[in-house]
C-alpha cells in the first residue's frame, strides 16, 4: 500500500507558519519517491477562513481539523488529545512535527502515549528499502546520525524549520476538509501569560542572518556596535557563552552546544574566538564570517570569509559599508 | 516534598566527535553530568533549602560509569541516589529510558520531578516530557524560572518560547525540564566531597522495577541508529588583513558578489 503522511500544521493566529508549509513540501516528495503516496495536514485549533486552501495549495491532499474551547491556546495535554483524535481519523504511516518550542514540547508526550518512536530535530528524510529513515544532528551537529523506526505507526518525527523549501501555491489543489471532535480535555499546566522578548528581531532559530559576539565585546555598551549592524542587516542578535556568563546579554542569545543551534545564511562572529561548543551550534551556517585579531583563533578554519583585526576599528567600518550598498 | 532529579552522563562538550568502525567512539572520552542537568539538581537543591524541608533524590540509569555522575550530584549537595542499571542498549531509545525512570519515579515517591531540557550527546530533548505521559503528570518543558508551592500543590514556570516567554500555571506534581537562565549551578564543596564517601548508591534492575527485560532488548527500541557521519569539512576561506576600511569594504564586496548571501 502506498505511504500516507500527515503534517501536524503549527498555526498563529489561525494562520499555518512557514514551517508548515516547508514539512508539506518534504512530505509531498517523499510521498511521490515512494510511488504515490497521500499527504494529510492536521489543524489543532482556530484556523482562519483562507487556511485550509492554502494548505491544500501547498500540498495537502487531506485536512483534518479538530477544532474544540480548549485548543484556543496552546498547552500539551489539550494538543496531545486532539492530535490523538486527529490520527484517529487520518491513520497516517508517518507524521510531521515542527521542532519549534511547541513540536518539541509536543511530540514526545504525543510519542509516548502511542508507544512510538520519535527522532527529533530531523533535517534529512529518505525512502530506502520502503522504509521511512531520518538524518539528525547528534552532539549539536559536531555529527550526524541517522535513525529508523521500528513497525510501530505512525513513525513521528520533529522537522527543523528553514531545512526545506515550501513549494509554490498551486491553485489546482484542492482537499476536503474533516472534522473531528475533541472532549474536554483536564489541563493540569496552563499557559497564562506572555513576556516578549526586547526588540524586534527574529529569533535565533528562524534568523537568516546572525551577529554575534564574544567575549572581546568587553561590556553590554559595547554590543550597541553589533545591535547597529544587526538593525542594517536585518539581522539577529547571538552571543558566546563567555558573553552571556559574563551577564552582558540574555542566555537566549547564547549560541552553541548548551545554546541555540542555529544554521542561518550568513554567521558573523565578532571577537569570538571558535571554542569547540560554540562551533557545535553554528558550523553548519552557510556562510561563515569571523572577525577577530588573533589570526590564529579557530574561528578562522571554519570561517568563509574573515578580517584579522580590531573588531572597534571593523565594525562601525562594516556597518557603514552595508549601509551604504544596502541603499543603493 | 519529594524531589526526584534524572541525571543523564554524557561526554564532555570538549569532546572532537571521532568515528570508528562506523559509531561514534566513545573510548577516550570524558563523562561528565549533563549540563543542563546541572540547572535541574541546582534547582531541586535550591526548593530543599527554600522549604527547609525536603529531600532531593538523585537517578542515573545507564552502565557502571554512571555512578561518577550520580556522586557528583551528591557531593552538590543531593540527599540520595540511585543508580538504575543499564547496558548502552538501554540507553539508545529514548521512549525505553522514560519508561525505566518512570517505573523507577514510582518506586521511590515524588512530588516533584527535574530534568534536564536535553541531553547533549544525542540531542533527543524526549526524556523528561516522556516521563510526565507515562507518570499522567503535567509537564513544563524549557524552564528558566520556577516555584512551588507544595502546601497549595501548586506552581508557577516560566518556559523560553520564540520571541519572548510563556508564563505557566501547573499542578504538583509534575515534571520540569530544565534550560539555562534556571539558576547558576553550585561548585561541589569539600564537606560535600567528602560526605559522598559516606553515601550508599543503591543499584537498581529494570526487574527490580517490574519491567520485562526483552521490553528493553535492542530489538524492541521505537528508534535506532542505522549509520553515522561526520559533517563535510569546510573549504578553507578568505581570509583578509590590513586597514579596516580597506579589509570592510571587501568583505561587503565578497558577500554580495561572490557568496552572494546579503
Ligand atoms: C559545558 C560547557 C558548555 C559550553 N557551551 C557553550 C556554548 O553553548 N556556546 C559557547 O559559545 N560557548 C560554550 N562554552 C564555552 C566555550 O568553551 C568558550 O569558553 C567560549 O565559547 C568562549 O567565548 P569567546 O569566544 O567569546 O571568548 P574567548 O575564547 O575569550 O575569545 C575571545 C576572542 O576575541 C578575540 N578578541 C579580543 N579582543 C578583540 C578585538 N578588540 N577585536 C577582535 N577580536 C578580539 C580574541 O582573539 C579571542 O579569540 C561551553 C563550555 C562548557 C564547559
Ligand atoms: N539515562 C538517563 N538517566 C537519567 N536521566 C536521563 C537519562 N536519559 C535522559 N535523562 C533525562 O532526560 C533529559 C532529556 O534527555 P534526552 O531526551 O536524552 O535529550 C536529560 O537531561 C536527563 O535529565
Not at chain 1, 515550501?166 to 496552563?190: C, G, H, I, M, S
Not at chain 1, 561590556?219 to 556596535?225: A, D, K, Q, R
Not at chain 1, 539577529?236 to 556568563?245: H, I, K, N, W
Not at chain 1, 557545535?280 to 551556517?285: D, E, Q, R
Amino acid at each position: 500500500m502506498a505511504p500516507t503522511f500527515a503534517v501536524l500544521a503549527e498555526t498563529k493566529d489561525g494562520v499555518a507558519r512557514k514551517v508548515t508549509l516547508e514539512m508539506l513540501a518534504e512530505a509531498r516528495r517523499l510521498a511521490q519517491s515512494a510511488g504515490g503516496g497521500s499527504v494529510g495536514a492536521i489543524a489543532l485549533g482556530p484556523l482562519d477562513a483562507g487556511e485550509p486552501a492554502r494548505l491544500a495549495q501547498h500540498g495537502a491532499d487531506r485536512i483534518v481539523h479538530v477544532e474544540s474551547a480548549s485548543l484556543t491556546t496552546y498547552s500539551a495535554e489539550a494538543f496531545c488529545g486532539a492530535a490523538q483524535a486527529a490520527l484517529g481519523q487520518a491513520k497516517p504511516d508517518s507524521l510531521f512535527i515542527a521542532a519549534t518550542s511547541q513540536g518539541k514540547d509536543l511530540a514526545p508526550r504525543l510519542a509516548a502515549r502511542l508507544r512510538v518512536g520519535l527522532a527529533s530535530d530531523c533535517v534529512g528524510f529518505e525512502i530506502r528499502d520502503g522504509e521511512l529513515v531520518a538524518r539528525r544532528p547528534i552532539y549539536a551537529g559536531k555529527a550526524f546520525g541517522r535513525v529508523s523506526w521500528s513497525t510501530a505507526r505512525p513513525r513521528i518525527a520533529t522537522v527543523r524549520p528553514n531545512t526545506f523549501a515550501a513549494l509554490p501555491a498551486d491553485a489546482a489543489r484542492k482537499a476536503e476538509v474533516e472534522k473531528v471532535a475533541l472532549e474536554a480535555v483536564n489541563v493540569r499546566a496552563r499557559v497564562v501569560g506572555f513576556e516578549k522578548s526586547e526588540g524586534e528581531m527574529l529569533d535565533l532559530t528562524e534568523a537568516n542572518i546572525i551577529v554575534s559576539g564574544g567575549r572581546a565585546m568587553q561590556g553590554p555598551e559595547n554590543f550597541e556596535l553589533l545591535r547597529r549592524l544587526c538593525t542594517v542587516l536585518g539581522a539577529t542578535l547571538g552571543a558566546s557563552r563567555a558573553a552571556v556568563d559574563a551577564g552582558w546579554i540574555d542566555h537566549s542569545h547564547q549560541v552553541g552546544q548548551t545554546g541555540k543551534v542555529v544554521n542561518p545564511t550568513v554567521y558573523i562572529a565578532v571577537g569570538i574566538s571558535g571554542a569547540i561548543q560554540h562551533l557545535a551550534g553554528m558550523s553548519s551556517s552557510r556562510t561563515i564570517v569571523a572577525i577577530n585579531k588573533d589570526k590564529d583563533a579557530p574561528i578562522f578554519k571554519v570561517a568563509s570569509y574573515g578580517i584579522v583585526g580590531d573588531l572597534y576599528q571593523i565594525v562601525p567600518k562594516l556597518t557603514e559599508e552595508f549601509a551604504k550598498v544596502l541603499r543603493e | 516534598m519529594n524531589i526526584v532529579v534524572f541525571v543523564k552522563q554524557v561526554p564532555d562538550t570538549e569532546t572532537r566527535i571521532q568515528l570508528k568502525d562506523g559509531v561514534v567512539d566513545t573510548s577516550s572520552v570524558k563523562w561528565v553530568a549533563n549540563p543542563y542537568d546541572e540547572f535541574a539538581i541546582e534547582e531541586g537543591l535550591r526548593i530543599r533549602e527554600r522549604l527547609g524541608q525536603g529531600k532531593v533524590t538523585v537517578v542515573s540509569l545507564g552502565p557502571d560509569r554512571v555512578k561518577e555522575a550520580i556522586k557528583y550530584a551528591l557531593s552538590l549537595g543531593a540527599d540520595e541516589g540511585v543508580h538504575v542499571k543499564g547496558d548502552e542498549v538501554a540507553l539508545s531509545d529514548p521512549l525505553a529510558v522514560a519508561t525505566v525512570l518512570a517505573a523507577a519515579a514510582r518506586k521511590l515517591g515524588f512530588d516533584l520531578i527535574l530534568t534536564g531540557k536535553q541531553g547533549v550527546d544525542h540531542d533527543w530533548s524526549q526524556v523528561g516530557v516522556m516521563l510526565a505521559e507515562i507518570l499522567d503528570l503535567p509537564h513544563v518543558s524549557v524552564v528558566v524560572h520556577l516555584e512551588v508551592d507544595p502546601d497549595a500543590k501548586k506552581g508557577k514556570a516560566k518556559r523560553e518560547v520564540e520571541g519572548g516567554a510563556e508564563l505557566l500555571e501547573f499542578d504538583l506534581p509534575a515534571v520540569i525540564t530544565a534550560q539555562k537562565g534556571l539558576n547558576e549551578p553550585r561548585y561541589a564543596s569539600l564537606k560535600g566531597i567528602m560526605a559522598v564517601k559516606k553515601k550508599v548508591i543503591p543499584e537498581w534492575s529494570p526487574a527490580d522495577l517490574g519491567l520485562d527485560p526483552a521490553s528493553l532488548a535492542e530489538g524492541a527500541a521505537t528508534i535506532r541508529f542505522v549509520d553515522f557521519a561526520l559533517p563535510p569539512p569546510r573549504p578553507a576561506g578568505r581570509i583578509l588583513e590590513g586597514d579596516p576600511a580597506d579589509t570592510a569594504r571587501e568583505l561587503v564586496r565578497l558577500l554580495r558578489e561572490e557568496a552572494k548571501v546579503i
